[in-house]
């Protein structure tokens, strides 16, 4: 019963990104190799500067990582899924365009490095390493998870 009020309220309350990605998904799938993730799918996409992406259920990830950051990249992405779900049709405006500008910017990414600030520091990110665990039943295993995944802190609670 969970499961299928999960999918319910993806695609309706949520549908405007799992539109989105169901349709990068149905072309991603095809060439890529995916998986199910605890509520989600994962398809591994390798591409140069990328980590990851959710878009509604549906999250990509870069396989030529190392598989502590990988583990955790799923984690984190689902934490996006699980923002999704509550947060509706608004997730773009209050998740995906900050996270996007925060991942993408030159300019902050320079930021991020120059005054060693975590990626997690952004409200968006921590808040998806929270749910992510939360709802996942996961374990952070990566160092920098685990210093600096909670809003620039430690998560003690998920390690």
Request: aromatic share 18%; with cysteine; glycine share 8%.
């Amino acid at each position: 019963m969970k499961k299928f009020l999960f999918y319910l309220v993806q695609f309706t309350w949520a549908l405007p990104q799992n539109l989105v990605g169901a349709i990068a998904f149905l072309i991603m799938s095809r060439k890529h190799e995916y998986e199910r993730f605890h509520n989600s799918f994962i398809t591994y996409v390798e591409r140069e500067n990328f980590g990851g992406v959710s878009i509604g259920i549906f999250i990509f990830i870069n396989p030529s990582r190392k598989d502590d950051w990988l583990h955790d990249t799923k984690i984190h992405e689902y934490g996006h899924t699980i923002q999704s779900l509550f947060l509706g049709p608004i997730w773009i405006f209050v998740i995906a365009l900050p996270s996007v500008i925060w991942a993408g910017s030159k300019k902050l990414g320079k930021y991020r490095k120059e005054k060693d600030v975590s990626y997690y520091w952004l409200y968006c990110e921590g808040w998806a390493n929270l749910w992510g665990a939360r709802w996942s039943g996961e374990k952070f295993k990566s160092e920098e998870m685990i210093k600096r995944g909670h809003f620039g802190k430690p998560l003690k609670k998920y390690m």
